[in-house]
């Protein structure tokens, strides 16, 4: 089968691999072609400590599909041939007489936690991938592929609104527009966006966004507009995706006192944090499927189809897809297989 194959910081290739036995291109796919994630992805003489895998690795962690072969031992009655499903990609090494996370049930916390897709194990942007019954999740028939490979985003985002504490009505900061995150929001907030990229500022405001900020247009103006906005109060909660030191600190400046950071982004280095400003301002923080789900289906999130700005083929996910987001001419691109 065909599979775009991660070899290294710029370096995916499109190869004919075996079939294992019995998605979109996300952030993630795009930082490791830019460079390597050592915290998660293997290199190619350190292998995955659950996986054993060394790179190259099959990429795609946000990813839906039909299922055609289900394995011994697996709920026949729950699971058959020509279901559609959305893969849930954490795994853990679900040793819970030895590991008190996955004992208790927060396997996205297991200090060896990691994805389907980027260290091992296979991943979506192969024609076939082999995952874990407890991994699948059955789209209803109202949910359609393609909103199920962007159940992923969808549920990190949801999970991170839930972890903040939102009210409705209250105000929001989101630096690095997360489209997916905006659709998590209720209406009634008032949602600041900052992001420098045009494309992604379009679709922030078609979901949902109420105000828009070009971070690079002049020093200080997220600060400057969210405090305009909140008569000197500043939001109650900020939202930092983007994973940069200059977003952070906006962020972090821009919460009121008594507020909520909450923080999705994975960082390539360790970013640094004012504490006496946390401290002062007695600002909170929150480092950061099913619920989700069912949240897709009954419809609270509007139109996610429209989240995906291109659709291409594997055979062009470099020249087209990868290539297309760095340049920031797409916000979200589905590689149909």
Same mark, same amino acid.
């Given at each position: 089968?065909?599979?775009? &194959?991660?070899?290294?910081? %710029?370096?995916? /290739? ?12 996300? $952030?993630?796919? #795009? ?18 400590? +659950?996986?054993? @895998? ?22 026949? #009655? ?55 019954? *407890? ?27 839930? /972890? ?12 690095? $527009?997360?489209?997916?995150?905006? &659709?998590?929001?209720?209406?009634? $907030?008032?949602?600041?966006?900052? @992001? ?16 828009? !900020? ?11 507009? #969210?405090? %305009? ?33 909450? =923080? !999705? ?14 401290? /002062? ?16 289906? =009954?419809? =609270? ?9 291109? *659709?291409?083929?594997? @055979? ?9 987001? +760095? ?11």
């Amino acid at each position: 089968m065909k599979a775009a &194959r991660y070899y290294g910081p %710029g370096d995916i /290739r499109v190869e004919d691999i075996d079939e294992p036995v019995v998605g979109p291109i996300s $952030a993630a796919d #795009v930082h490791m072609y830019q460079t390597s994630r050592a915290s998660l992805a293997p290199t190619a003489t350190t292998p995955n400590r +659950l996986t054993g @895998e060394t790179l190259p690795v099959t990429l795609g962690h946000q990813f839906s599909g039909v299922i055609e072969e289900v394995g011994p031992g697996v709920d026949i #009655v729950k699971w058959e041939c020509g279901q559609k499903v959305s893969v849930e990609p954490l795994f853990s090494c679900m040793r819970t007489e030895t590991c008190e996370p996955c004992a208790e049930g927060h396997f996205n916390v297991c200090p060896k936690a990691n994805f389907i897709g980027i260290g091992g194990q296979g991943g979506g942007l192969g024609e076939y991938v082999a995952v874990d019954a *407890k991994q699948v999740h059955h789209l209803p028939d109202n949910v359609s592929l393609e909103a199920g490979a962007m159940l992923e985003p969808l549920a990190v985002a949801f999970h991170a609104v839930k /972890r903040s504490g939102y009210m409705p009505g209250q105000t929001i900061l989101i630096s690095g $527009a997360g489209p997916a995150l905006c &659709r998590s929001i209720d209406t009634s $907030a008032s949602v600041f966006v900052s @992001e420098p990229v045009e494309s992604r500022r379009c679709l922030a405001v078609r979901y949902g966004a109420t105000e828009v !900020i070009d971070p690079n247009s002049s020093q200080g103006i997220a600060q400057a507009k #969210v405090y %305009g906005e909140t008569l000197g109060v500043g939001v109650d909660v900020a939202f930092e995706t983007a994973g940069e030191q200059d977003s952070l600190d906006t962020s972090l400046i821009c919460v009121r006192p008594h507020g909520m950071l909450v =923080n !999705i982004a994975v960082w390539q280095e360790s970013p640094s944090l004012n504490l006496n400003l946390v401290n /002062r301002r007695e600002i909170k923080l929150t480092w950061q499927y099913p619920e989700a789900l069912q949240a897709l289906a =009954n419809g =609270n999130f509007g139109d996610l189809e429209g989240l995906v700005t291109k *659709k291409i083929g594997l @055979e062009d996910i470099v020249s087209e897809g990868i290539t297309s987001l +760095l340049r920031g001419e797409e916000v979200q691109v589905l590689v149909q297989l």
